[in-house]
């Protein structure tokens, strides 16, 4: 079954650090563009970071940048997003996304910022 699964989510005070994993089974994410979107209740989907085939291009959203990292390991099969100085606001799903010739979403992993 070709899937992507996200992991890492949880609960921190403001100010502190997580990273997301996603891991990808049933095919593999060498050659594909793969990001990372954020789903808050009442908001627009939004694409927080964007990773290369390769690793070497990312971009990142506006509001966390300077903030959060992406990276792969495609000999994983997963990439990565390291966050810091989270605030309230970066609360939400965080959704992993594989674009090559077809495009795949994972279920998503729940990140909550609150003291």
């Known amino acids: 079954q070709e899937q992507l699964v996200e992991s890492g989510g949880g609960s921190v005070q403001p100010g502190g650090s997580l990273t997301l994993s996603c891991t990808a089974s049933?095919?593999?994410?060498?050659?594909?563009?793969m990001r990372w979107y954020r789903q808050s209740p009442g908001k627009e989907r939004e694409l927080v970071a964007s990773?290369?085939?390769?690793?070497?291009?990312?971009n990142y959203g506006a509001a966390v940048q300077g903030r959060f990292t992406i990276s792969r390991d495609n000999a994983k099969n997963t990439i990565y997003l390291q966050m810091h100085s989270l605030e309230p606001e970066d609360t939400a799903v965080y959704l992993c996304?594989?674009?090559?010739?077809?495009?795949?979403w994972g279920q998503g992993t729940q990140v909550t910022i609150a003291s």
């Open positions: 996304y594989a674009q090559g010739r077809d495009i795949y």
């Open positions: 049933g095919f593999r994410i060498s050659g594909k563009v």
């Open positions: 990773i290369s085939t390769a690793g070497g291009m990312t």
